[in-house]
């Protein structure tokens, strides 16, 4: 069984460009979430989906981040321009409507120099 | 804004021993109370979970107990295992899908 899948692994860019993290969740999943994790601030939900539409974006820092889901099976979270403030590791997560378990990615860690 | 307390920050035991996590929240909305456990590189992974409708729940090794009056809910690790070492996480959640979650309690298992 294939869990959520999200790419890359691993990110480091530069100060001022822009970052694409991708996620795939769980086939027949219709909801989706993205989490950020630093030591600072712990695990944030950032944004979720339902059915491809956002439900709740008020986690999302600030307009420097977007995220979309274009169909069930894919999502992206982008940051532009990426600042080193943004270094954390992203997790996506993603569960079907009546499950209270969410179903978490192995998250892309970002480095922002 | 902090609507999750957990404790302790960390904590180490003997293998054999008992690890006991602590959770205090603040919304009375909440209705599920999760546990999540994390290893290193890895993604959070649900480990248990209760509904306030009981006191306390156990799997195998692993019992929640909840007491709705004191608005807490505590993990308890029975005969803690060297692969029992990770971070745990309380997230409960109201009627919705937005888990909150606690800062994390990392759990060392000496062999």
């Known amino acids: 069984d294939a869990g959520v899948i999200q790419s890359p692994r691993h990110e480091v860019t530069e100060m001022g460009q822009e970052v694409t993290l991708r996620c795939k969740p769980i086939?027949?999943?219709?909801?989706l979430f993205w989490y950020r994790q630093t030591m600072m601030r712990g695990l944030e939900l950032l944004i979720y989906?339902?059915?491809?539409?956002?439900?709740?974006d008020s986690g999302m820092p600030e307009d420097r981040f977007s995220a979309k889901m274009p169909n069930a099976s894919f999502s992206t979270l982008k940051i532009q321009p990426s600042e080193p403030r943004d270094s954390a590791v992203y997790f996506c997560?993603?569960?079907?409507?009546?499950?209270?378990?969410?179903?978490f990615g192995p998250g892309t860690r970002l480095t922002v120099l | 804004q902090q609507q999750v307390k957990q404790s302790p920050q960390s904590l180490i035991v003997q293998k054999g021993g008992i690890s006991i996590i602590n959770c205090a929240y603040e919304n009375t909305a909440f209705d599920y109370f999760p546990w999540y456990q994390q290893f290193p590189g890895k993604g959070p992974a649900l480990l248990i979970a209760i509904r306030p409708d009981v006191s306390e729940k156990k799997e195998g090794r692993f019992t929640i107990s909840f007491n709705k009056s004191a608005k807490q809910f505590s993990l308890h690790i029975m005969d803690s295992q060297p692969g029992d070492s990770a971070t745990y996480f309380c997230?409960?959640?109201?009627?919705?899908?937005?888990?909150?979650f606690g800062a994390g309690t990392t759990v060392t298992v000496r062999a």
């Open positions: 997230a409960p959640k109201p009627n919705d899908y937005k888990l909150s």
């Open positions: 989906f339902n059915n491809n539409v956002p439900i709740d």
């Open positions: 086939s027949g999943h219709d909801y």
């Open positions: 997560a993603s569960t079907l409507w009546g499950d209270n378990e969410q179903f």
